[in-house]
């Protein structure tokens, strides 16, 4: 059985950082394509960033480019999402997610089929 599990979430000022970090149970996340997908209150489910397994090849969407990174620590095992200069547009509950059989790394969700619980992110104005 595979689980994710988020952490690292909380409430911060705008302008403000957090990292949250991604790990699995069930599932050696160095071998797979992970992405990172947030929903905020009334909107659908949107892709955030990813990075792929083999080359950590990365992804972001418009919105978050060069304010979040993504990373992977192999030894850990596991993935993280730097997010810097946090807008109140930022405020959601953040997934990570598997890709397990794709080698490239796309912000489309039906790739994904292994999604943990989410941590809420809220940035206060």
């Known amino acids: 059985q595979v689980q994710l599990v988020e952490s690292g979430g909380g409430l911060v000022q705008s302008g403000g950082s957090l990292r949250l970090s991604c790990a699995a149970s069930g599932r050696d996340l160095n071998y797979h394509t992970i992405g990172w997908f947030r929903r905020a209150p009334g909107k659908e489910r949107e892709g955030v960033s990813c990075?792929?397994?083999?080359?950590?090849?990365?992804n972001y969407r418009d919105s978050v480019k060069g304010r979040f990174t993504i990373a992977r620590d192999y030894a850990k095992k596991t993935v993280y999402l730097q997010m810097d200069s946090l807008k109140p547009e930022d405020t959601a509950v953040y997934y990570c997610?598997?890709?397990?059989?794709?080698?490239?790394?796309?912000?489309?969700?039906?790739?994904?089929?292994?999604w943990g619980q989410g941590t809420q992110v809220t940035v206060s104005s």
């Open positions: 990075i792929s397994s083999r080359d950590s090849i990365t």
């Open positions: 997610a598997i890709d397990p059989v794709g080698n490239v790394c796309e912000l489309d969700l039906t790739l994904y089929t292994y």
